[in-house]
């Protein structure tokens, strides 16, 4: 599997954007980039994928380097709310029932 | 409402005592999965499912069976758990088309004493 690394925490203040950096150098041509987070006491839940171009959803936006080897989740105005562990993964299309979740960020957000 | 669910939500069991946590979906979605999550390790994917009677192991498949005989439903099944095997789970499904955003149910909390 395509493996992602992520810093293992970052911290934000209230109402500031926030960039969430994922690195995946082996990533596949085909491989779809999913970036999930997951509340306190909860399972984890979708928040945005990419295959090559920069896409923008109501949650979040997702940039997307020219050579797909890096990515960066960008929250616009993070709220406390936003607090969280945001995984990025890699989906392969050759064998999409595969998984693999790094250690992802664990977001902070001051007020 | 699409959801994932999954039963029961806490367990507290012993040693060698066979169990099954259910897991269900309404989405019609092909892909299912089970994971556990432990402090400092993250996610770790047990065994997905990609339709009916078709699984495959994941990355921490000891100790585990599961089974798919209908679309909706993926019971994870431990023959004799163990106290390594005391762990916040999860189940989640997919579609079958990329881009293969996954849904995830609430967790179940086990502790085998």
């Known amino acids: 599997d395509a493996k992602t690394t992520q810093p293992n925490s970052m911290e934000s203040n209230e109402e500031e954007p926030v960039h969430l950096p994922c690195n995946h150098s082996?990533?596949?041509?085909?491989?779809?980039i999913h970036w999930y987070r997951q509340l306190p006491s909860q399972g984890p839940e979708y928040v945005i994928h990419?295959?090559?171009s920069n896409v923008n959803n109501r949650m979040a936006s997702l940039a997307i380097a020219e050579d797909r080897k890096s990515s960066t989740l960008i929250l616009h105005r993070a709220t406390l709310r936003d607090a969280a562990v945001y995984y990025c993964?890699?989906?392969?299309?050759?064998?999409?029932?595969?998984?693999?979740f790094g250690d992802g960020t664990t977001l902070t957000v001051k007020p | 409402e699409a959801q994932v669910t999954q039963n029961p939500r806490y367990l507290i069991t012993v040693t060698g005592k066979k169990l099954t946590v259910t897991c269900s979906q309404n989405?019609?979605?092909?892909?299912m999965s089970w994971y556990r999550q432990d402090p400092g390790l993250g996610l770790r994917q047990i065994y997905y499912?990609?339709?009916?009677?078709?699984?495959d192991k994941g990355d921490v498949p000891e100790g585990y069976k599961v089974s798919r005989k209908e679309k909706r439903n993926f019971p994870l099944i431990l023959e004799s758990p163990s106290p390594n095997q005391t762990s916040l789970y999860f189940c989640?499904?997919?579609?079958?088309?990329?881009?293969?955003?996954?849904?995830f149910g609430p967790g179940t909390r086990l502790t085998v004493t």
């Open positions: 989405m019609n979605h092909e892909y």
């Open positions: 993964i890699l989906r392969a299309n050759t064998n999409a029932g595969k998984s693999t």
């Open positions: 989640a499904s997919s579609s079958g088309l990329a881009p293969y955003e996954q849904y």
């Open positions: 990419g295959l090559t």
């Open positions: 499912s990609m339709n009916v009677e078709v699984t």
């Open positions: 082996t990533i596949s041509g085909t491989d779809y």
